[in-house]
């Protein structure tokens, strides 16, 4: 357990992350519970590549390492890990929590004596995200689309939450059966399966739930992933698209008289087990997400 009369440095690494939310969910739960806490972005795509072995300009994998190193020598006590170097920055760990490894996907680094120590908090913030949004959901039969990112760790949560079945659908069908046999693997238990596109109506149709894991809905993305017809009232639907909050899939299942849980959810939940994995204090789930949707109310 931290005190309060200690100082947090804390960064983020990854390609595009100055708008991130993250930080200041962060900084102003920190201030909240009387913590001094610093959380600055690390944008990859604005700095300076960093060679490869080969000399290459813009090794990510090079660069990544550098900036861990550069951190641990400068101070930080931890990084959250995102695009495009979840999987990069498990070459440069000296220990890895059993969920993070299962997975093969870290999304955040804690600096322990000098140590780089690698969790994962995506699926358990989904796992919190589920609990706290859809706390009734039956997961006797899910249907996810979209298996890549946030997509794996999710399927990831839904089977440690208890589905029995598992469907996963996306546009590289061979992605998808790949994830549904490694996870086969993990949950022998329940059944995980892909299914192509097209078996989509047949799969909804015995589904107790959607979740959608696909950039689409996302302001640069705008649409849908799925016709809403397929959908029925007494299904929930989960999306992890969060920029918008309310994206037209959220906004149709609502109308349909379906249970939602929309992305933010998932977004404060990841937020808050890596708050509390860096100082050892648990925040307040509740004012985060008010800090978060104000936050997202004003455009930031």
Not at 69 to 88: E, M, S
Not at 89 to 113: K, M, P, Y
Not at 125 to 140: E, I, K, Q, V
Not at 219 to 237: A, E, K, M, R, Y
Request: glycine fraction near 12%.
């Amino acid at each position: 357990m931290s005190s309060p009369s200690e100082s947090y440095l804390v960064g983020l690494i990854g390609e595009g992350v100055t708008p991130s939310l993250t930080p200041p969910m962060h900084e102003q739960e920190a201030g909240q519970l009387g913590l001094r806490y610093l959380y600055r972005p690390v944008d990859l795509s604005t700095l300076v590549p960093v060679g490869g072995d080969d000399g290459g300009p813009g090794d990510t994998a090079a660069q990544l390492r550098e900036l861990l190193h550069r951190g641990r020598d400068l101070g930080f006590n931890a990084f959250n890990i995102t695009h495009p170097c979840k999987q990069l920055v498990l070459q440069f760990l000296d220990e890895v929590s059993d969920d993070a490894a299962r997975l093969g996907a870290v999304n955040t680094v804690l600096i322990r004596d000098g140590k780089f120590v690698g969790h994962n908090t995506d699926f358990s913030g989904f796992t919190t995200a589920l609990a706290a949004g859809l706390p009734s959901a039956a997961l006797d039969s899910v249907v996810q689309l979209g298996v890549g990112g946030a997509g794996a760790a999710v399927a990831y949560a839904l089977l440690k939450a208890g589905a029995a079945e598992l469907t996963l659908i996306d546009l590289a069908p061979a992605r998808a059966q790949e994830r549904a046999e490694a996870l086969g693997r993990l949950f022998p238990e329940a059944l995980v399966t892909a299914a192509p596109a097209a078996g989509l109506p047949a799969a909804l149709a015995e589904a107790d739930g959607l979740v959608h894991a696909t950039p689409v809905g996302m302001h640069s993305h705008p649409g849908l992933p799925l016709d809403l017809d397929l959908i029925s009232p007494d299904q929930w639907v989960a999306d992890v698209v969060y920029r918008p909050l309310e994206t037209e899939l959220v906004l149709g299942a609502r109308a349909k008289g379906c249970a939602v849980l929309d992305g933010g959810y998932m977004a404060v939940g990841q937020a808050v087990d890596a708050f509390e994995l860096i100082t050892g204090i648990r925040p307040d789930a509740q004012r985060m997400r008010e800090h978060f949707l104000d936050l997202i109310a004003r455009g930031l």
